[in-house]
């Protein structure tokens, strides 16, 4: 099967920094496109980052200027590098990616298990 890990969730202060990593492991031919989705209490799951295989990313407007998403393509793992927190980033984040499996020949999206990101004032 095929598993995305998140690490780099946790407690910080306004105007701070996190750094949020998924690794995708398992019987994999390719990935394509990898992301970051944020999802508050009570709110709709939002799109926060996106990045190709090629290098082309889609930012939301709310954390552009602010986090940068970025992938290292031999260690199946993406990145979200989160600075100038503000209290209203304060969500469970969810690493997502497209997906080949190895001998499967078709491609689905894979969610990791999402992690905390709590910004204080």
């Known amino acids: 099967q095929v598993q995305l890990v998140e690490s780099g969730g946790g407690l910080v202060q306004a105007g701070g920094s996190l750094r949020l990593s998924c690794a995708a492991s398992g019987s994999i031919f390719s990935i394509n496109a990898m992301g970051w989705y944020r999802q508050a209490p009570g709110e709709q799951r939002d799109l926060v980052a996106t990045?190709?295989?090629?290098?082309?990313?889609i930012y939301a407007d709310s954390v552009k200027g602010r986090f940068t998403i970025s992938r290292d393509n031999a260690k199946n793992t993406v990145y979200l590098q989160m600075n100038s927190l503000k209290p209203e980033d304060t969500a469970v984040y969810y690493c997502?990616?497209?997906?080949?499996?190895?001998?499967?020949?078709?491609?689905?999206?894979?969610w990791g298990q999402g992690t905390q990101v709590t910004v204080s004032s």
């Open positions: 997502n990616a497209a997906i080949v499996r190895a001998l499967m020949g078709y491609q689905r999206d894979y």
């Open positions: 990045i190709t295989t090629g290098g082309r990313t």
